[in-house]
């Protein structure tokens, strides 16, 4: 069974920055497209950023600019890098694993979901 767990939410003022942290479990992480979603009280849940196996990325409009995801495959683990964060940011954070397929927009593809880390940025 794959495991993941999120850390590095907390409670920011808007334009700082925050790097969430995804720790998978198992030794196939590196097979894996692995994603982060986000879900804002009474909203549903919403794509932020996706990154394949070879690292290639795509992430929502919404963060373009500001976000990035990356990987460091050696830990197992996946990065959402936060900056110029706005109040419309604030939501908890879901990370997920695919592990057939490529980066994808779609919540339904992945097989794998954390618990979630909450992000709160205040103006």
């Known amino acids: 069974q794959v495991q993941l767990e999120e850390s590095g939410g907390g409670s920011v003022q808007a334009g700082d920055s925050l790097r969430l942290s995804c720790a998978v479990s198992?030794?196939?992480?590196?097979?894996?497209?692995m994603g982060w979603f986000r879900q804002a009280p009474g909203k549903e849940r919403e794509f932020v950023a996706s990154?394949?196996?070879?690292?290639?990325?795509i992430c929502a409009d919404s963060v373009k600019g500001r976000f990035t995801i990356s990987r460091d495959n050696a830990k197992n683990t996946v990065y959402l890098q936060m900056n110029s964060l706005k109040p419309e940011d604030t939501a908890v954070y879901y990370c997920?694993?695919?592990?057939?397929?490529?980066?994808?927009?779609?919540?339904?593809?992945?097989?794998?979901w954390g618990k979630g880390t909450q992000v709160t940025v205040s103006s």
């Open positions: 997920a694993a695919r592990p057939t397929g490529g980066a994808s927009r779609s919540h339904y593809d992945y097989a794998y």
């Open positions: 198992g030794r196939t992480f590196s097979s894996y497209a």
């Open positions: 990154i394949n196996r070879a690292g290639g990325t």
